[in-house]
């Protein structure tokens, strides 16, 4: 309802750190390159699936798994938890990732500025194949890959309420109304940060969530996928 959702501990400690070292040495590999888009600090190494049965990449294995099993995750969702058809047919329209992305955001304030990540004013929204285009994705799923977090690491995933009342026209309005009353995760506010905790699986609708990464103070490491 909120377009986006946060799961805990998908990932162990253990889990988590194993998965981070194989990462960290990827990079001391020299695998990352930071792609030279304005406004995003981070290096990134894209990882074909297929990769992961090479002994550098095996260890990003368990964390590719819980990406990989996102999209039947959602459609169980869709049938088991009491959701409206149209979310349902959303969750169900999710595919299988072919790609993830490994990114590491330096501890230099590195950040991301406010984007959408299938945006339609993108003029590269439709380039590349199909079901690897900006235009073909319907959730973000992010998993991170820190050893905890601090405030003052920050880092933080900033997630902006996805349409105000006016957006979302008068038939909507009675449905904002009772989620302020309920308390959902935007009520009476214009975003939720999200602490980008290791372990923890961040997922998020990527055509309508406007999100940023807030300046980082620590090396800031994610696994994503796009399904
Ligand atoms: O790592 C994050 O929390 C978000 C990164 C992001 O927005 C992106 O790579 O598109
Ligand atoms: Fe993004």
């Known amino acids: 309802r909120d377009g986006f959702a946060v799961f805990d501990g998908v990932l162990s400690r ?4 194993a998965v981070r070292e194989t990462a960290e040495a990827l990079r001391s590999g020299g695998a990352m390159r930071n792609l030279g888009q304005d406004g995003r600090d981070d290096e990134v190494l894209t990882v074909d699936l297929g990769m992961l049965r090479d002994p550098s990449y095996s260890g990003l294995m368990d964390a590719a798994r819980v990406l990989a099993g996102m999209p039947g995750m959602l459609v169980e969702s869709g049938r088991r938890d009491e959701c409206a058809a149209e979310t349902a047919a959303q969750f169900a329209s999710a595919s299988t990732p072919r790609l993830l992305m490994l ?24 380039r ?49 109304e009772e989620e302020e009353e309920e308390g959902w995760a935007f ?27 807030r300046p980082s103070f620590a090396p800031r490491w994610a696994l994503t996928a796009w399904i």
């Open 14 to 17: 253990e889990q988590t750190a």
């Open 103 to 126: 990114a590491r955001y330096p501890p230099s304030a590195g950040g991301y500025v406010p984007h959408l990540d299938n945006d339609a004013a993108d003029p590269d929204h439709q």
């Open 187 to 213: 009520a009476g506010r214009d975003y939720v940060d999200v602490e980008p905790v290791g372990g923890r699986l961040v997922v998020f609708d990527s055509r309508r969530m406007l999100h940023e990464v």
């Open 128 to 176: 590349g194949p199909v079901g690897l285009r900006a235009c073909d994705r319907v959730y973000t799923c992010i998993l991170y890959l820190q050893s905890g977090w601090s405030e003052a690491d920050d880092g933080r995933l900033r997630l902006h309420r996805p349409r105000g009342r006016a957006e979302r026209g008068e038939a909507a309005a009675a449905a904002v």
